[in-house]
């Protein structure tokens, strides 16, 4: 079992940038891929970014590609995602999620932990 639990969202003006964290529990963090999304008011989830267990796939969504930086600390048991360059149609709650898998994937279906996710607010 992995419980993960997201900190970092907050207010933002449009071209600012934010650090969202994802702090995993128990000592199997290094055996889930990890990855990213976001749901914003009245749509589904998509998918933003992952990243393998080991740390050397990585993959984003094409909306984000360039801006925001996936990473993550085996010995923190963390995932990170940093977000610059906000835009306004950032806007949206976004939640991290494990996979046991080696390596991540855009289909949220396939994860199997989530957390409660955090809101980002990106003003213009």
């Known amino acids: 079992q992995v419980q993960l639990v997201e900190s970092g969202g907050g207010l933002v003006q449009a071209g600012g940038s934010l650090r969202l964290s994802c702090a995993a529990s128990?000592?199997?963090?290094?055996?889930?891929?990890m990855g990213w999304f976001l749901q914003a008011p009245g749509m589904e989830r998509e998918f933003v970014s992952s990243i393998s267990r080991n740390g050397f796939s990585i993959t984003y969504a094409d909306s984000v590609k360039g801006r925001f930086t996936i990473s993550r600390d085996k010995a923190k048991n963390t995932a990170y995602l940093q977000m610059n360059s906000l835009k306004t149609e950032d806007t949206a709650v976004y939640y991290c999620a494990a996979r046991v898998f080696a390596t991540g994937s855009s289909n949220e279906r396939t994860y199997n932990y989530w957390g409660q996710g955090t809101q980002v607010t990106v003003s213009s």
């Open positions: 128990g000592r199997t963090f290094s055996n889930h891929a």
